[in-house]
């Protein structure tokens, strides 16, 4: 018999949100964090907005997991008072040229069953009087929630549910043996290892690292990753009430734009940007030479802000499948079986809106596992 029935790579918002819905089903669960706590990746550096589900194609999983996960965080939040705010989106074409796309983005928003609400100039300007707009759109199921209590919450949901939940733990090798997993681990320069019948591979940036020790060619899987850094500047509090709900232009092709995320304790900053990193480097630092190029797309939305109201805030990365310039790719959520690794599940390119779908995610890989 396996030491462990379920063993999940990965301690962010995903591997976290899997192991609290599969804990108590499953028995026992391992879930394997390297850091020394869990969710300081990704899962503590991004907007903390929850998507309503406009921008992704009709029928993928980006759409799919991202509405029924919006649906479920509210629920989720509301039951366990996890703090949140449904404060609503306004998407705004700062020019007469960029009607048109908003008119398309409306239409793929709704086609994925979102409520949204076309809003006139005049409209939009009762809502946000001080920015820029030709027209917009209104989000009303848009919201922004804490990441790190909805973490804490699946976390302690996992706990009591029976995981085993390891931190300084770094899995370097996994090898499929005797009809279940061989998994080593490091901790504290200590290698050992153990087995589990079933794996699910939530490690977010290093997930083709994970997939490749698991003996998957990735880049004939087409698994490989780009990291991509998102940064933000923020605003003084004195220039934070200029907008009252989360502000975005109509996106371009890569990026869905800088926009104006304010958190739940009122503050306002404008991000992230679209930075593709050439060689793997954590490295979170803002550089504060972009701060002229970020207040140009800031006045786009709000021309009253001047370069020197921004100061450098945080930064995080994506784990972006398409490399820079292609087109926007899927999640990757798939058992292994036909790669010859029955009970394996990869979850790669979990970038946006990852948090938002975290709660769905976790159903589906309940499902796959049963
Ligand atoms: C700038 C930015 C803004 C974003 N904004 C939003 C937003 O507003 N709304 C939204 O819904 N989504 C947003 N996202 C996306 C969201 O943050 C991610 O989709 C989500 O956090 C991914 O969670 P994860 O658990 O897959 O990855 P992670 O949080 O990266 O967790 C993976 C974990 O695996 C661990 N790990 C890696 N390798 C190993 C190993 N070998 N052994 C053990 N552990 C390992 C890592 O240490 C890490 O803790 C944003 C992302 C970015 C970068």
């Given at each position: 018999m396996a030491d462990a029935s379920v063993t999940i790579i990965g301690g962010g918002v995903v591997g976290l949100a899997i192991a609290a819905e599969i804990s108590g089903k499953h028995s026992p669960v391992f879930l394997l964090e390297r850091r020394p706590k869990y969710g300081t990746e990704t899962s503590s550096r991004n907007s903390e907005v929850i998507h309503a589900g406009i921008y992704y194609q009709h029928g993928s999983l980006k759409a799919i997991l991202c509405l029924e996960g919006n649906r479920l965080l509210y629920e989720l939040c509301e039951k366990h008072q996890i703090p949140h705010r449904r404060i609503s989106k306004v998407i705004t074409a700062?020019?007469?040229?960029?009607?048109?796309?908003?008119?398309?983005?409306?239409?793929?928003?709704?086609?994925?069953?979102?409520?949204?609400?076309?809003?006139?100039?005049?409209?939009?300007?009762?809502?946000?009087?001080?920015?820029?707009?030709?027209?917009?759109?209104?989000?009303?199921?848009?919201?922004?929630?804490?990441?790190?209590?909805?973490?804490?919450?699946?976390?302690?949901?996992?706990?009591?549910?029976?995981?085993?939940?390891?931190?300084?733990?770094?899995?370097?090798?996994?090898?499929?043996?005797?009809?279940?997993?061989?998994?080593?681990?490091?901790?504290?320069?200590?290698?050992?290892?153990?087995?589990?019948?079933?794996?699910?591979?939530?490690?977010?940036?290093?997930?083709?690292?994970?997939?490749?020790?698991a003996g998957i060619d990735v880049d004939a899987a087409h698994y490989r990753l780009h990291w991509c850094k998102g940064c933000y500047f923020a605003l003084p509090n004195s220039l934070s009430k200029c907008v009252s709900h989360l502000v975005y232009p109509v996106p371009t092709k890569h990026s869905l734009g800088v926009h104006a995320v304010v958190d739940l304790g009122g503050r306002l900053k404008f991000g992230p940007d679209v930075e593709y990193l050439s060689a793997r480097t954590m490295d979170y630092a803002v550089d504060e030479s972009k701060r002229h190029a970020f207040a140009e797309s800031v006045r786009r939305i709000l021309p009253h802000v001047r370069?020197?109201?921004?100061?450098?805030?945080?930064?995080?990365?994506?784990?972006?499948?398409?490399?820079?310039?292609?087109?926007?790719?899927d999640f990757i959520i798939r058992e292994e079986s036909d790669r010859g690794l029955p009970g394996f599940i990869d979850l790669i390119g979990i970038e946006s809106p990852g948090l938002t779908a975290s709660p769905a995610i976790a159903k589906m890989v309940e499902k796959m596992l049963a």
């Open positions: 700062t020019r007469n040229s960029e009607l048109e796309e908003l008119e398309r983005l409306y239409r793929l928003g709704s086609g994925n069953g979102v409520e949204l609400k076309m809003l006139t100039a005049h409209e939009i300007l009762e809502l946000e009087p001080n920015i820029v707009t030709a027209g917009g759109m209104l989000s009303p199921s848009t919201g922004i929630i804490s990441a790190h209590a909805l973490m804490d919450f699946y976390y302690h949901t996992a706990k009591d549910r029976g995981a085993e939940i390891q931190t300084h733990c770094n899995v370097v090798g996994i090898e499929r043996k005797n009809g279940c997993y061989e998994l080593t681990i490091e901790e504290g320069g200590q290698r050992s290892s153990f087995t589990s019948e079933r794996v699910v591979n939530a490690a977010g940036l290093e997930a083709d690292t994970i997939a490749g020790l370069d020197e109201d921004l100061t450098p805030d945080m930064s995080g990365l994506r784990p972006k499948l398409q490399a820079e310039g292609d087109p926007q790719k």
